[in-house]
Nanobody, 116 residues
Framework: QLVESGGGLVQAGGSLRLSCAAS????????MAWFRQAPGKERAFVAR????????VYADSVKGRFTISRDNAKNTLYLQMNSLKPDDTAVYYC???????????WGQGTQVTVSS
């Protein structure tokens, strides 16, 4: 019910935009978020956006470089990633939270690899 796309290989300093397509019944009533999991590390929070206020919160490691946004007409969540660093290399997951603060739905993930 959540499908990510847009991952790939990019050089350091480059940009990528991830997308997460969701079913309408989930997207319209969920806070949406991005997480990432680097090799050998636990899954980590990246960014989250409220479905009511559109207020966004970010992990310190991505503030000023990443932007989360949502298109309610398309039931799609985005993550614009600029000034990418090798440390941003990870599998990126989209998640939906209906029962705050828990996340009820997860996507399958999309790989982002940043080369130095």
């Amino acid at each position: 019910q959540l499908v990510e796309s847009g991952g790939g290989l990019v050089q350091a300093g480059g940009s990528l935009r991830l997308s997460c397509a969701a079913s309408g019944d989930i997207f319209s009533r969920s806070d949406m978020a991005w997480f990432r999991q680097a090799p050998g590390k636990e899954r980590a929070f990246v960014a989250r956006m409220s479905w009511i206020t559109n207020r966004a919160v970010y992990a310190d490691s991505v503030k000023g470089r990443f932007t989360i946004s949502r298109d309610n007409a398309k039931n799609t969540l985005y993550l614009q990633m600029n000034s990418l660093k090798p440390d941003d290399t990870a599998v990126y997951y989209c998640a939906a939270s209906i029962t705050n603060p828990s996340y009820d739905y997860w996507g399958q993930g999309t790989q982002v690899t940043v080369s130095s």
